[in-house]
């Protein structure tokens, strides 16, 4: 249709034709139609002068993109393990039932579609979900009760009431980088007055590692991207934090936006980049506005935009990246590949990011945690932010505590702190096991919670997910295992297949179907995951597997419907679609010896 023609043609010309804002761009379009239409992939296609397919592979490839149809109110609800545990199965089943439709469905006028998206980063308040795109928290039978209402009334989600969108930081406890203080421009500053080399050994003495989880050392990487060829180089801030139980970077760039900017405009000149961008998860758009103020405000003070500070051949500015739905991105090669207006594909390394990385130029990539302390190291001083920690593990550790604890939130810790010291702080009581790291992370047994959040111990890239004795681990370990299966990208067969494997086994055990030949596929497929998979998705997705068969093997022999090895293939079940659609439950139905 011409309107929607000119409506595409826009929104092309607002992002200046540029084929690397791609996905920026689709993100525009499903937020005005609903979804990509083949009209619209032909018409984004000819105007950026990209492959037809290339723009129908990325807006497929993204779960807030998509080309099928949703319905004009689109619902999705989390599927995080914390929000499943604080009740969200039966909110989500009112508000299907309150519309007659089952999960995916998009109603017959098209009016609501419902859905499940694996975590919103918001474990601290859930359950929650979203709402074409906007985050509601802290849901209720009443809060239900209300949307569903809405929904009928066809009331548009920007007139809701604003405290239905309310999200709280829960900051539980400051330490050394959440508490002191720094200026605007401060640690800049301090870094122009160092020199690039300079400030490049403070972060090296500082052993700055990186919060992201890989724990690469932040002066090194800073060093190689230096001493990399080409005259461009770029800082990107990954603030993509997908891993379930992890909403750290949230409240960082909701109170500390400043000092992340800062730390990568300290990057930026240590480097000698000129561009930098921050890569906000898809889920953030709230934050949007409150960013873009900040960008601005340090514009007009000179922090930003050529010459900062008045240094001739210093500038730097940051754009802002929106992701749309697919934690691999989290990875720092497929979130390169998202800046560039592709499917989000880890990439084969080496090379690595710092020699080619952003439009194959010299490329630094920073967690958003790793940067803030950047910032006050460059301030203040290696000795400092060595004074804090461990030999080993410098400086603070933010924790993001969810799950069966009184009080919810982000705890600031120096490295070292017990496990039994955060439990205590947070409120737990009869704790069974916790999830550090989110799924990818590691799983400790009661027996170890005297164990220390360490990078020579027990490394964690934020998320401390607790479960008490009432929990069912193995039901957990089936949230992970599905979360994994959704989460592949597909391109590898050992994560594609593996990932699918592990989260059937799962399913037939969290059912009691299962055997011992399971658990022993079990571990087969998610060890053979760890040592070939192409990237970190695969090679940790069978860590919640290995860890609970190590750590909780009671709770899977409890479960086995026989401790023979029996054929995992039922084919009365196998026929069950079969029998739905020919509204057939007699005798003959059914595989010899089954059914009634």
């Known amino acids: 249709m011409p309107s929607e023609s000119a409506g595409i043609d826009t929104i092309v010309t607002e992002h200046k034709n540029d084929p690397t804002r791609l996905v920026q761009i689709l993100r525009d379009v499903v937020a005005t139609q609903g979804f990509v239409r083949p009209e619209a992939i032909t018409a984004i296609a000819h105007a950026l002068q990209l492959p037809r397919a290339r723009v129908e592979g990325v807006a497929g490839f993204y779960a807030f993109l998509g080309t099928e149809p949703k319905g004009r109110f689109h619902v999705l609800f989390s599927d995080n393990v914390t929000d499943v545990m604080a009740g969200s199965l039966e909110l989500r089943r009112r508000l299907l039932d309150a519309f007659h439709l089952e999960l995916g469905d998009v109603s017959r006028d098209g009016l609501v579609s419902i859905d499940v998206i694996s975590c919103t980063g918001l474990c601290d308040q859930g359950p929650a979900m979203l709402v074409n795109g906007r985050a509601i928290p802290r849901l209720t039978p009443a809060r239900i009760g209300a949307i569903s209402a809405l929904i009928r009334g066809r009331s548009p989600v920007e007139e809701w009431p604003d405290n239905m969108f309310r999200i709280d930081d829960h900051i539980e406890r400051k330490d050394v980088l959440l508490s002191t203080p720094l200026a605007r421009g401060e640690a800049v500053a301090a870094a122009i007055a160092r020199g690039a080399d300079g ?10 590692r990186g919060r992201g989880g890989a724990g690469f050392t932040t002066g090194i990487k800073w060093a190689a991207c230096r001493a990399a060829p080409g005259a461009t180089r770029f800082v990107v801030c990954n603030a993509d934090e997908g891993e379930p139980g992890t909403f750290k970077d949230r409240v960082l760039l909701g109170a500390w936006a400043d000092l992340v900017f800062e730390g990568m405009t300290v990057a930026a000149f240590a480097v000698g980049a000129q561009r930098g961008f921050l890569y906000l998860r898809g889920e953030y758009p709230f934050l949007v506005p409150h960013l873009r103020a900040a960008l601005e405000q340090r514009r007009s003070e000179g922090l930003l935009g050529e010459r900062i500070l008045g240094v001739e051949g210093f500038g730097f500015d940051i754009e802002l990246h929106l992701g749309a739905g697919a934690y691999v991105c989290g990875e720092e090669s497929a979130l390169i590949e998202s800046l560039e207006g592709k499917r989000g594909i880890p990439r084969n390394r080496p090379p690595y990011p710092v020699t080619r990385g952003y439009l194959q130029q010299p490329t630094v990539v920073n967690n958003v945690e790793t940067l803030a302390a950047a910032a006050l190291i460059a301030k203040l001083g290696a000795e400092w932010f060595t004074a804090v920690g461990t030999p080993k593990s410098a400086g603070t550790k933010i924790l993001s505590v969810s799950g069966d604890v009184e009080r ?4 600031e810790y120096p490295f070292g702190v017990t496990m039994q ?14 999830q550090v790291g989110g799924p990818s992370g590691t799983l400790l047994a009661r027996r170890e919670l ?4 360490a990078f020579e111990d027990v490394p964690s890239a934020g998320a401390f997910m607790v479960f008490d004795g009432s929990r069912d681990m193995l039901a957990v370990v089936e949230n992970f295992a599905r979360f994994f299966a959704h989460e592949s990208c597909g391109f590898c067969t050992p994560c594609r297949v593996g990932t699918t494997l592990v989260k059937q086994m799962m399913g037939r055990l969290v059912e009691g179907k299962g055997t011992r030949r399971d658990l022993k596929d079990l571990a087969k497929v998610s060890k053979l995951m760890k040592t070939t998979s192409h990237c970190g998705l695969g090679t940790t997705a069978g860590n919640p597997v290995l860890d609970a068969l190590e750590k909780l093997r009671p709770s899977f022999d409890k479960r086995l419907a026989s401790l023979e090895v029996l054929p995992s293939f039922d084919l009365d079940e196998a ?6 659609v020919t509204a057939r439950e007699d005798v003959d ?8």
Do not use: C, M, W
């Not at 026929?575 to 739905?580: G, I, M, Q, S």
């Open 575 to 580: 026929l069950a679609p079969a029998r739905e």
């Open 408 to 411: 919810p939130g982000i705890y």
């Open 199 to 208: 400030t490049i050994e403070e972060i090296k003495r500082s052993n700055l």
């Open 450 to 453: 005297g164990r220390r959040i």
């Open 421 to 434: 010291q955060v439990l205590d702080d947070a409120g737990a009581k009869d704790t069974q096991a916790v």
């Open 589 to 596: 139905a059914h595989f010899p010896g089954e059914g009634s």
